[in-house]
């Protein structure tokens, strides 16, 4: 008897005869860990051909493997409201740039203070989920150039609600290869294995755990990323937090789960140190493959850790040991990293584990490259001691406009769109307009701080400028260089993060007073050294 789940995905087509459904029977004989949790979860009466195709095949020969559906609409099939809405865009216009004069790392600054780094070729403004793997596939400092919208900027006019195959969108100017290089002036390609796994879960099958090279596993951390992307055609799959086989809330992200594993005693660790209400996590490996392959299942559904899958601070790519100077490159699990530690922590953390992203091209401090460290500024803060989590804000409960019900709204966009069934759920004696009043302060102060760390910066930069061409000893310089590390990186964790100054203000004003001064004691000691070098000459 059919259940409506079931009913729903017969009538798109999806779902199977009774007969195939069956199938199940034959299923057992191997994923029996899988079909037990299956019989009792509420996927129950989803059929496995569903999902995977090539079964008939599979069952005569296990060596070849069934296809496996990683198309989000399929399960938009049955759960048209979240689909619809996880995929529904901001309007924010593509290619908007965060180095712009109104943008969060303004130039000049920013490129004086990234020094030459691959960021520097185009540093933009997130749009929505909808984009984020072609986006990335066609950001200036990726892929060279290599892909292109096949509609050229008309791309741009595409419209949110549904999902958008990658190579539907876009086209390979080059084809008949698969270097990885620069092939525009203005571009980069930095590009690497690694960072499709935040973009989308269609490789999960073919990536051991951690991205290590094993036998058996298709695709590892230093894999051609040109193969890598051309096998990715989706955008944020659902099956990132949620099992397919049972619905069960999950984290497959494998550098979270070894973050959230990982003892404690020898380096910080967020989740464990400072998070107010941590969720269990019970990790299974379901390496059928003949390989590693972890799964992180949560006790209860936890848009903390969920979202933590991608906004955080990450290590992707490969840099050099900042102790020995050595290369890191990626037979070292250091470039598939999350520390997993906020702004208090980043320092200590980086000192314990060494990876050092790049030298600066004029004052030659070995620096961080920061990414967005969401998730663990948002752990200690005061919304997260209430038992607020990211869902609270970004996904509130709505009301189906269709049916009435109730359901998750998967648009993860500011509160601001939703502040009836957000911020005035607790904030009950105020209103929308002093809510809008109160967050704007919050961001112009934060803005302010950001700013004056900048022009400490400045005055820093200007200062090593003198000293180098005075000729100021490397002692001195590298005691400045120390100084710049750590003003650098409590700059830039503020510059790289997403909504900061409402997620942990506190954290922010205390980490970028400490840019302001690692800044400015750099220079005062430069200066010095420079005056007595004169004083010397006289």
Same mark, same amino acid.
């Given at each position: 008897?059919?259940?409506a789940?079931?009913?729903?995905?017969?009538?798109?087509?999806a779902?199977?005869?009774?007969?195939?459904?069956?199938?199940?029977?034959?299923c057992?004989?191997?994923?029996?860990?899988?079909?037990?949790?299956?019989?009792?979860?509420?996927?129950?009466?989803?059929a496995?051909t569903?999902?995977?195709t090539?079964l008939?095949?599979?069952l005569?020969?296990?060596?070849?493997?069934?296809?496996?559906?990683?198309?989000p609409?399929?399960?938009?099939?049955?759960h048209?409201?979240q689909?619809?809405?996880?995929?529904?865009?901001?309007?924010?216009p593509?290619?908007?740039?965060?180095?712009?004069?109104?943008?969060p790392?303004p130039?000049p600054?920013?490129?004086?203070a990234?020094?030459?780094?691959?960021?520097?070729?185009?540093?933009?403004?997130?749009r929505?989920?909808?984009w984020m793997?072609?986006?990335?596939?066609?950001?200036?400092?990726?892929?060279?150039?290599?892909?292109?919208?096949?509609?050229?900027?008309?791309?741009t006019?595409?419209?949110?609600?549904?999902?958008?195959?990658?190579?539907?969108?876009?086209?390979?100017?080059?084809?008949d290869?698969?270097t990885?290089?620069?092939h525009?002036?203005?571009?980069?390609?930095?590009?690497?294995?690694v960072?499709?796994?935040?973009?989308?879960?269609?490789?999960?099958?073919?990536?051991?755990?951690m991205?290590?090279?094993?036998?058996?596993a298709?695709?590892n951390?230093?894999s051609?990323?040109?193969?890598?992307?051309r096998?990715?055609?989706?955008?944020?799959?659902?099956?990132?937090?949620?099992?397919?086989?049972?619905?069960?809330?999950?984290?497959?992200r494998d550098?979270?789960?070894?973050?959230?594993?990982?003892?404690?005693k020898d380096?910080?660790?967020?989740?464990?140190?400072?998070?107010?209400?941590?969720t269990?996590?019970?990790?299974?490996?379901?390496?059928?493959?003949?390989?590693?392959?972890?799964?992180?299942?949560?006790?209860?559904?936890d848009?903390?850790?969920?979202?933590?899958?991608?906004?955080?601070?990450?290590?992707c790519?490969?840099?050099?040991?900042?102790?020995?100077?050595?290369?890191?490159?990626f037979?070292n699990?250091?470039?598939?990293?999350?520390p997993?530690?906020?702004?208090?922590?980043i320092?200590?953390?980086?000192?314990?584990?060494?990876?050092?992203?790049?030298?600066?091209?004029?004052?030659?401090?070995?620096?961080?490259?920061?990414?967005?460290?969401?998730?663990?500024?948002?752990?200690?803060?005061v919304?997260d001691k209430?038992?607020?989590?990211?869902?609270?804000?970004?996904?509130?409960?709505?009301?189906d406009?269709?049916?009435?019900?109730?359901y998750?709204?998967?648009w993860a966009?500011s509160?601001?769109?939703?502040?009836?069934e957000?911020?005035?759920?607790?904030?009950?004696?105020?209103?929308?307009?002093?809510?809008?009043?109160?967050?704007?302060?919050?961001?112009g102060?934060?803005?302010?701080?950001?700013?004056?760390?900048?022009?400490?910066?400045?005055?820093?930069?200007?200062?090593?400028?003198? /000293?180098? #061409? &005075?000729?100021?000893d490397?002692?001195? +310089?590298?005691e =400045?260089?120390?100084?710049? !590390?750590s003003a650098?990186v409590?700059?830039e964790?503020w510059?790289?993060a997403?909504?900061?100054?409402?997620?942990?203000p506190?954290?922010?004003?205390r980490?970028?007073?400490?840019? /302001?001064? #690692? &800044?400015?004691d750099?220079?005062?000691? +430069?200066?010095? =050294?420079v005056?007595?070098? !004169?004083?010397a000459?006289?």
């Amino acid at each position: 008897m059919f259940t409506a789940l079931a009913a729903a995905m017969l009538s798109l087509g999806a779902y199977s005869t009774a007969a195939n459904a069956a199938d199940l029977a034959n299923c057992t004989v191997c994923h029996s860990n899988i079909t037990k949790a299956h019989a009792g979860a509420a996927h129950k009466d989803v059929a496995c051909t569903s999902c995977h195709t090539g079964l008939d095949e599979h069952l005569k020969k296990p060596s070849a493997r069934p296809t496996v559906n990683m198309d989000p609409a399929n399960c938009g099939a049955c759960h048209q409201p979240q689909y619809t809405s996880l995929y529904k865009d901001e309007g924010r216009p593509a290619r908007q740039s965060k180095k712009a004069a109104g943008g969060p790392a303004p130039d000049p600054f920013f490129d004086r203070a990234l020094g030459a780094h691959g960021f520097t070729k185009e540093h933009d403004l997130p749009r929505a989920h909808t984009w984020m793997a072609i986006d990335q596939f066609i950001v200036d400092r990726a892929f060279g150039g290599r892909f292109e919208p096949k509609d050229g900027w008309l791309y741009t006019t595409l419209e949110g609600g549904k999902s958008y195959k990658v190579w539907d969108v876009l086209k390979d100017n080059y084809p008949d290869n698969n270097t990885q290089k620069a092939h525009k002036p203005g571009t980069a390609a930095a590009g690497n294995g690694v960072c499709w796994s935040c973009k989308s879960a269609d490789l999960m099958l073919d990536w051991a755990y951690m991205g290590d090279k094993v036998e058996g596993a298709t695709f590892n951390r230093g894999s051609n990323p040109v193969d890598v992307v051309r096998k990715v055609n989706h955008a944020l799959n659902c099956n990132f937090c949620h099992d397919p086989h049972t619905a069960q809330p999950r984290i497959i992200r494998d550098a979270l789960i070894d973050a959230v594993t990982r003892d404690n005693k020898d380096v910080p660790n967020v989740w464990k140190s400072v998070a107010a209400h941590p969720t269990k996590v019970d990790v299974k490996d379901f390496g059928m493959r003949g390989f590693t392959r972890k799964v992180g299942y949560l006790e209860r559904p936890d848009a903390n850790l969920m979202c933590a899958q991608c906004h955080v601070e990450y290590v992707c790519n490969p840099g050099f040991n900042g102790k020995t100077g050595e290369k890191v490159g990626f037979d070292n699990r250091w470039t598939n990293l999350f520390p997993f530690v906020n702004a208090d922590q980043i320092e200590e953390y980086y000192d314990k584990v060494p990876f050092r992203d790049f030298k600066h091209n004029v004052t030659g401090a070995s620096l961080i490259k920061m990414q967005h460290p969401d998730a663990e500024t948002f752990f200690g803060s005061v919304h997260d001691k209430v038992g607020a989590t990211c869902q609270t804000c970004h996904m509130p409960k709505v009301k189906d406009e269709k049916t009435g019900k109730m359901y998750t709204l998967h648009w993860a966009t500011s509160p601001r769109h939703y502040m009836k069934e957000t911020c005035l759920t607790c904030h009950k004696d105020k209103t929308e307009k002093q809510m809008n009043l109160a967050i704007d302060a919050m961001k112009g102060h934060f803005e302010g701080k950001v700013r004056e760390a900048e022009s400490r910066m400045n005055d820093m930069f200007d200062a090593f400028d003198l /000293a180098i #061409a &005075a000729g100021v000893d490397q002692k001195t +310089l590298d005691e =400045a260089r120390k100084l710049h !590390a750590s003003a650098h990186v409590n700059w830039e964790y503020w510059t790289a993060a997403n909504g900061a100054y409402f997620h942990n203000p506190e954290l922010a004003t205390r980490s970028l007073a400490k840019s /302001a001064k #690692a &800044a400015s004691d750099a220079a005062a000691l +430069l200066r010095k =050294a420079v005056a007595a070098k !004169a004083q010397a000459k006289k």
